[in-house]
């Protein structure tokens, strides 16, 4: 659901400032979408995503999920099924709408208890609205919701930061994700900090920043499980584990992206030109490639790797694209094990190739090291 209140300086999703779109007629040509690509898939896990889903009148979203579940049949199959919200359009109503049409875990963008620091980023709601909006999720019913948080603001102390993840803690969500602040390219951010108006947080900064943050979340029972998700005993993303682990997924709606055996493609962004395609009759995709096995190893590690306990199953990964990663990358391999950024461990599916703690701070370095080299061909 591509459309949001406003646009975040640091956002570079495939988002849109809602103006006079036409959010009835958006959510038809989804559910046509849909109907032509996803009917009978009885999905395991669902993410409904954006943009703001929330952004949806109680009324069009209840519809929007029970067409959708009987195209698709995801109520009864879907063991995870996230709706992403933002606070200032999360209301008893639509939190309703969305508990009783299936959805079982919501994914609140919180991401400063500051309202300094919202505004900065152009963020429409406040601390007290977004600590309303949890409150909220649980009244409807929600077990399992995320927060999503952002550090490494410009100036921010590490006091403040463990302040403000002290009074997130008490609020005893099963989930938080907590990311850098990134500078995109295209961001308003990026041009400001481009124009020298606005300082970004120091490399050593953010590292230590990165370290408190996974001390603090421990602590507070919170299991590190990837680069920037937390999670309580049992509390890990479904379906995000399922892109770490390149399992295949369907993206319906503007600009979404799948990947299924190896063809990895993706929607038409722009909402208008999207739903003009799908009302046409003709499939809106924009792209489509068949990756070559070099392509298809290097995101398996690319998203592997952010996994710190399992990493990439060897086996699987050969699997996967045909090739021995051993062998492919045997040089870079013998190095970053010899520096203790990587490890192999036994596991009983096979060994495992891993980041250790050090690596895992600078894993776009280390990832940068596995880069292939040629295209991968359209299809
Ligand atoms: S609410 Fe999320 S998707 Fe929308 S503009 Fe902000 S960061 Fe981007």
């Known amino acids: 659901m591509p ?18 779109q036409d959010l009835e007629r958006h959510v038809d040509a989804v559910l046509q979408e849909a109907r032509a690509r996803i009917t009978k898939l009885n999905p395991q896990t669902v993410f409904f995503g954006g943009g703001t889903p929330s952004l949806l009148p109680a009324g069009l979203l209840h519809r929007f999920l029970t067409e959708l579940d009987s195209i698709c049949g995801f109520q009864s199959s879907s063991l995870e099924t996230t709706m992403e919200a933002n606070p200032e359009s999360f209301d008893r ?8 049409g299936g959805v079982n875990r919501v994914s609140i963008g919180i991401q400063s208890l500051r309202p300094e620091v919202l505004q900065a ?58 990311y850098e602040l990134s500078y995109e390219p295209g961001t308003a951010l990026t041009r400001l900090k481009d124009a020298g108006r606005w300082q970004a947080a120091s490399e050593e900064t953010c590292a230590a920043m990165f370290e408190i943050t996974r001390e603090a979340n421990e602590a507070a029972g919170y299991e590190a499980y990837e680069v920037s998700a937390f999670a309580k005993a049992g509390e890990a993303s479904m379906h ?36 003009a395609a799908v009302q046409r009759g003709k499939d809106p995709v924009a792209e489509a490639e068949q990756l070559n096995p070099a392509t298809v190893l290097f995101d398996h590690l ?78």
């Open 3 to 20: 459309f949001c209140v406003s646009k975040c300086r640091y956002c570079d999703f495939n988002s849109y400032a809602l103006t006079d």
């Open 93 to 100: 109503a639509t939190s309703q709408a969305a508990f009783e």
């Open 121 to 178: 980023y152009d963020r429409v709601h406040s601390p007290e609205t977004a600590l309303g909006a949890f409150e909220i999720a649980r009244n409807a019913g929600f077990q399992r919701i995320n927060l999503d948080l952002i550090y490494a603001f410009p100036g921010q102390s590490e006091r403040k930061w463990l302040n403000d993840l002290a009074t997130i803690h008490t609020l005893g969500a099963e989930h938080l994700s907590c």
């Open 240 to 275: 995000n584990l399922s892109y770490w682990r390149s399992l295949n997924y369907v993206g319906i709606g503007a600009g979404a992206a799948g990947w299924h055996q190896g063809v990895r493609r993706r929607n038409l962004e722009r909402p208008e030109q999207y739903e």
């Open 302 to 379: 690319m998203m592997g790797l952010r996994l710190p306990y399992e990493g990439v199953l060897i086996p699987r990964a050969q699997h996967l694209s045909g090739l021995d990663l051993r062998k492919v990358y045997a040089n870079e391999l013998r190095e970053l094990l010899d520096r203790k950024l990587l490890e192999i461990i036994p596991s009983v599916q096979g060994d495992r190739l891993r980041t250790t703690h050090g690596g895992l701070m600078i894993l776009d370095d280390i990832l940068t090291r596995f880069l292939p080299e040629g295209p991968s061909m359209s299809v």
